[in-house]
Nanobody, 115 residues
């Protein structure tokens, strides 16, 4: 069983930056994928960025060059550095871990980009 707790969301102006963090408790062994998903009002949840246990990263086209995902194995955390934020980035951001047949979600953190 894995528990995930997100933090770092908030209100920021367009062009600003935020850093999200996801603290994972429980055992993560073997092959797994950790990622940040987001869900805007009235839209489906979508992948923003992910990183595998082997270090391979994947980004949605809409965030490439602006977002950076990173994994701290010692602290067991997953961060998402978001720069040059746009109003279209407004969403609830969720941390996710997929390991074999299991998928774990955090409770989500709101990111609002507005003047």
């Amino acid at each position: 069983q894995v528990q995930l707790v997100e933090s770092g969301g908030g209100l920021v102006q367009p062009g600003g930056s935020l850093r999200l963090s996801c603290a994972a408790s429980g055992s993560l062994l073997g092959i797994y994928v950790m990622g940040w998903y987001r869900q805007a009002p009235g839209k489906q949840r979508e992948l923003a960025a992910s990183v595998t246990s082997l270090g391979s990263t994947n980004y949605a086209d809409s965030v490439k060059g602006r977002f950076t995902i990173s994994r701290d194995h010692a602290k067991n955390t997953l961060d998402l550095q978001m720069n040059n934020l746009e109003p279209e980035d407004t969403a609830v951001y969720y941390c996710n871990v997929r390991q074999g047949p299991f998928s774990y979600w955090g409770q989500g953190t709101q990111v609002t980009v507005s003047r």
